[in-house]
């Protein structure tokens, strides 16, 4: 028979572990944002990238934003419905990305200069993300929203402001740094550690952090060519100058052998939203 103190232990964990089955841990729910974020932003590159890479061979006119995707998602059959899964996987995203500048960036937990600049790109981020949520929420309750002029109606109060030029060449900047420190998050990290390694095998794993890879340093290129472009509108804070993704892509097309790198760029977007919809599944969640 066991001593009564190895009893009163045993008890003691058991009725533990009935509060952790009764008191689910709260990172749970961020696990589950998470893994609905990723999906959605796989869907959503996945979708830029094929627009573009159709802009690049001909068979389409105009690059799409991440608003005219959840447009033309939203424009499919049930795309009330497939907006509201946007909506909820990107408001997942933008909660991870603004619980990651408030406690740590991903992988940069130090306090120094390169952890302020990760934390002002996260919450950057998650500003970005939670925009685009709304605009999908808006195409489900309202089906004769546009949801690829989301922005407009806050691009013409901001531009309406006193230090309009200002405020424009403050969001260059931070296009810009983001652009530059995805580019620096190409060439120097390791992205083969955040998938678990239990359920994918060893090449599968490597060529999907190819993709993240690849796809990272084309963000990080087109990034800083719509800060870039920021910056030079912010002087004439002209609304008809102002321009997104959609624009820095058609920049790019516009020079020359554009299409071909338009292309390169649209496949590692492509790539890129593969290994955001594996991570969704895949990703190792250590909250």
Do not use: N
Not at 27 to 38: E, F, H, M, N, T
Not at 78 to 105: D, I
Not at 152 to 168: D, K, M, N, R, V
Not at 261 to 281: C, H
Request: glycine share 10%; net charge positive; with cysteine.
């Amino acid at each position: 028979m066991p001593p009564p103190y190895a009893i009163l232990i045993a008890a003691v964990r058991a009725r533990r572990a009935e509060r952790r089955v009764e008191r689910p841990d709260p990172s749970v729910w961020l696990v589950v944002a998470a893994r609905l974020g990723y999906a959605a932003r796989g869907v959503l590159w996945v979708g830029i990238g094929a627009l573009a890479f159709a802009v690049a061979v001909g068979f389409a006119r105009q690059a799409a934003g991440s608003g005219r995707v959840i447009a033309l998602v939203a424009a499919l059959p049930f795309g009330r419905l497939l907006a509201a899964a946007f909506a909820v996987g990107l408001l997942g995203y933008a909660t991870l990305s603004v619980v990651a500048a408030v406690r740590a960036p991903e992988e940069l937990p130090d306090a120094g200069v390169a952890g302020v600049a990760a934390r002002i790109v996260d919450a950057f981020t998650g500003c970005v993300y939670l925009a685009l949520a709304m605009a999908a929420a808006r195409l489900a309750t309202v089906p004769a929203a546009r949801g690829d002029r989301w922005g407009e109606g806050w691009l013409t109060w901001a531009l309406g402001l006193p230090h309009a030029p200002l405020l424009i060449g403050a969001v260059g900047v931070v296009v810009l740094a983001s652009g530059l420190a995805m580019l620096w998050r190409a060439a120097t990290r390791s992205f083969a550690t955040r998938l678990d390694r239990r359920l994918l095998e060893a090449d599968t794993i490597r060529w999907l952090s190819r993709l993240h890879r690849a796809g990272t340093a084309a963000r990080g290129f087109v990034f800083a060519l719509c800060g870039v472009l920021l910056l030079r509108s912010a002087p004439a804070a002209d609304p008809g100058d102002v321009h997104g993704l959609a624009g820095a892509l058609e920049t790019l097309g516009r020079q020359r052998a554009g299409p071909a790198l338009l292309a390169l760029v649209a496949l590692a977007f492509i790539g890129y939203g593969v290994y955001q919809l594996a991570k969704a599944r895949f990703r190792r969640m250590e909250l």
